[in-house]
């Protein structure tokens, strides 16, 4: 078996037990740390002019960290029918999480900012939360151990869960109240931070006025920080004062603020499907953003993206996709 395929999402199937390892990039890393860590420790005996017994603590600390890494690798989920549970064995023995099936929800895609994808398993009660990762990342939308993860371990899994569910599990409860929208009659606007988005406008119009007064040698320089100063203020502007609204009555979703160019209609028998993304920065999580697909009129293979919301919570983005089905399908 190759390094490459090591590093890709590996799994076995049995008929009341399946074992996904998603971690095999690991591997990869255990390859470069000890090749770093062998490079280290021939510069660390050169210059400290010392024996490799004199050396043998600092070795047996490199030689832990491989270990460690090495044994990641070797994480895996297991799904085991028989028992009804799910366990995650951290570096292979160690149980780090053990779940009951009836309180999982499934596998679903989860999208990232840079373009990358994996899938991730969700509970009942966290539908859009941080999930379990139960794969390697993907880059490529038709990669092959993508395409077989979906047609081989997740059906199985998802036979397993759909034997632990109960009726109950699927009954909505209907929303008496909106916390996300305000109604007027059949139309539901969403809610903004209309205030915040002003502050941070204002913010970057008075640092542009503020440059004009900046005495400089680069009179280019200076106009386009002071354009772009300007125009991130305008974009705040916009913001706060630009409407989304679903019209129950004439089955339209619009968007409109003050840039025309920005505006965008949408009827409801076009909507394709929900995606939420979720964003990090330097691998800091952020929040998740709510993306609505639609359908583009005489063009099968093409779908628009319209971006809905973005929220921190999975709590907050859980009533706002309920809130939004519920206004759709009313």
């Given at each position: 078996?190759?390094?490459?395929?090591?590093?890709?999402?590996?799994?076995?199937?049995?008929?009341?037990?399946?074992v996904i390892y998603p971690y095999g990039v690991f591997y990869i890393f255990t390859l470069v740390f000890a090749l770093f860590a062998t490079?280290?420790?021939?510069?660390?005996?050169?210059?400290?002019?010392?024996?490799?017994?004199?050396?043998?603590?600092?070795?047996?600390?490199?030689?832990?960290?491989?270990?460690?890494?090495?044994?990641?690798?070797?994480?895996?989920?297991?799904?085991?029918?028989?028992?009804?549970?799910?366990?995650?064995?951290?570096?292979?023995?160690?149980?780090?999480?053990?779940?009951?099936?009836?309180?999982?929800?499934?596998?679903?895609?989860?999208?990232?900012?840079?373009?990358?994808?994996?899938?991730?398993?969700?509970?009942?009660?966290?539908?859009?939360?941080?999930?379990?990762?139960?794969?390697?990342?993907?880059?490529?939308?038709?990669?092959?151990?993508?395409?077989?993860?979906?047609?081989?371990?997740?059906?199985?899994?998802?036979?397993?869960?759909?034997?632990?569910?109960?009726?109950?599990?699927?009954?909505?409860?209907?929303?008496?109240?909106?916390?996300?929208?305000?109604?007027?009659?059949?139309?539901?606007?969403?809610?903004?931070?209309?205030?915040?988005?002003?502050v941070i406008g204002l913010f970057f119009i008075a640092i542009g006025i503020s440059m004009l007064a900046?005495?400089?040698?680069?009179?280019?320089?200076?106009?386009?920080?002071?354009?772009?100063?300007?125009?991130?203020?305008?974009?705040?502007?916009?913001?706060?004062?630009?409407?989304?609204?679903?019209?129950?009555?004439?089955?339209?979703?619009?968007?409109?603020?003050?840039?025309?160019?920005?505006?965008?209609?949408?009827?409801?028998?076009?909507?394709?499907?929900?995606?939420?993304?979720?964003?990090?920065?330097?691998?800091?999580?952020?929040?998740?953003?709510?993306?609505?697909?639609?359908?583009?009129?005489?063009?099968?293979?093409?779908?628009?993206?319209?971006?809905?919301?973005?929220?921190?919570?999975?709590?907050?983005?859980?009533?706002?996709?309920?809130?939004?089905?519920?206004?759709?399908?009313?």
């Amino acid at each position: 078996m190759s390094l490459k395929s090591l590093s890709k999402t590996r799994w076995s199937l049995e008929p009341q037990r399946v074992v996904i390892y998603p971690y095999g990039v690991f591997y990869i890393f255990t390859l470069v740390f000890a090749l770093f860590a062998t490079g280290l420790f021939l510069v660390y005996v050169t210059y400290q002019n010392t024996t490799f017994a004199e050396s043998l603590p600092f070795v047996l600390f490199l030689l832990l960290i491989v270990a460690i890494f090495w044994g990641h690798a070797g994480t895996y989920v297991e799904f085991d029918h028989s028992k009804g549970h799910m366990r995650k064995m951290f570096l292979g023995f160690i149980p780090a999480t053990t779940t009951p099936l009836s309180k999982l929800q499934g596998i679903n895609v989860v999208s990232n900012m840079a373009g990358s994808y994996n899938y991730r398993l969700f509970r009942k009660d966290s539908r859009y939360g941080k999930g379990l990762v139960v794969s390697c990342g993907y880059t490529k939308s038709n990669d092959p151990n993508a395409l077989a993860f979906v047609e081989e371990p997740v059906p199985v899994i998802h036979q397993f869960l759909d034997q632990y569910d109960t009726p109950a599990d699927y009954v909505k409860v209907p929303l008496t109240s909106y916390r996300f929208f305000t109604q007027e009659g059949p139309v539901f606007t969403v809610k903004n931070a209309k205030a915040g988005a002003i502050v941070i406008g204002l913010f970057f119009i008075a640092i542009g006025i503020s440059m004009l007064a900046l005495q400089t040698n680069g009179l280019l320089a200076k106009v386009v920080i002071i354009a772009i100063m300007l125009g991130i203020g305008f974009i705040f502007f916009n913001a706060a004062y630009t409407e989304t609204t679903f019209n129950t009555d004439t089955q339209l979703l619009e968007r409109r603020g003050w840039i025309k160019a920005f505006n965008k209609r949408y009827h409801f028998g076009a909507f394709a499907g929900l995606q939420t993304v979720r964003q990090s920065f330097n691998f800091v999580y952020t929040g998740t953003s709510i993306n609505m697909y639609f359908h583009v009129p005489g063009k099968a293979d093409r779908q628009d993206v319209f971006a809905i919301a973005s929220f921190r919570k999975s709590a907050q983005v859980e009533r706002f996709v309920d809130e939004l089905h519920q206004i759709m399908e009313g």
